[in-house]
T-cell receptor
């Protein structure tokens, strides 16, 4: 039974299109995150929600819009896709915030390729 | 703002040899430190973390790390590696009370027979 699941795992699309990635966690955690991992494996946080409230919003283009319908789900919608958006996007959840030493549980990632 | 430096992008080692993966951090306040591992085509999972107390932390799969405040380091070690330890290893830091977990650029551990 997967703890943090993301769909789709692979996404290939053309520049200019709009796409969404969905994430669900069944761990009962209060906090969820989106991380972007580039081709050099560098991981950077994009957004974080705590009980459906946005608590971290890094310097991310406003073409990226997260949505948390409930605390078990955090979706990522991307408008007007660009080549530089190609990356692996990881969803994660934690019961405690990283700032108090919380452990993050990651999904398997969604590999987005923009052509 | 905190940052993490992993100086070695790749560490090749033979099976059953010891290994050390280096991590240095910078922060103006007290920190929490983590090591995560990413196996091919998978998400990250926690190996170990330092919150407080003993500076030597033991984690899963025989790994351990030592927090050295004076050298601002948190190096990861394993006395004898297996082929299955081949993976990407990420050091991460969080300032106490801060909400973000900042990752280093990762070290690829390559274990060969």
């Amino acid at each position: 039974d997967t703890a943090v699941s993301q769909t789709p795992k692979y996404l290939v699309t053309q520049m200019g299109n709009d796409k969404s990635i969905k994430c669900e966690q069944n761990l009962g955690h209060d906090t969820m995150y989106w991380y972007k991992q580039d081709s050099k494996k560098f991981l950077k946080i994009m957004f974080s929600y705590n009980n459906k409230e946005l608590i971290i919003n890094e310097t991310v283009p406003n073409r990226f819009s997260p949505k948390s319908p409930d605390k078990a789900h955090l979706n990522l919608h991307i408008n007007s896709l660009e080549l530089g958006d190609s990356a692996v996007y990881f969803c994660a959840s934690s019961q405690e915030l990283a700032g108090v030493g919380g452990e993050l549980f990651f999904g398997e990632g969604s590999r987005l390729t923009v052509l | 703002a905190q940052s993490v430096t992993q100086l070695d992008s790749q560490v090749p080692v033979f099976e059953e040899a010891p290994v050390e993966l280096r991590c240095n951090y910078s922060s103006s306040v007290s920190v929490y430190l983590f090591w995560y591992v990413q196996y091919p085509n998978q998400g990250l999972q926690l190996l170990l973390k330092y919150l407080s107390g003993s500076t030597l932390v033991k984690g899963i799969n025989g790994f351990e790390a030592e927090f050295n405040k004076s050298q601002t380091s948190f190096h990861l070690r394993k006395p004898s590696v297996h082929i299955s330890d081949t993976a990407e290893y990420f050091c991460a830091v969080s300032d106490r009370g801060f909400q973000k977990l900042v990752f280093g650029t990762g070290t690829r551990l390559l274990v060969s027979p």
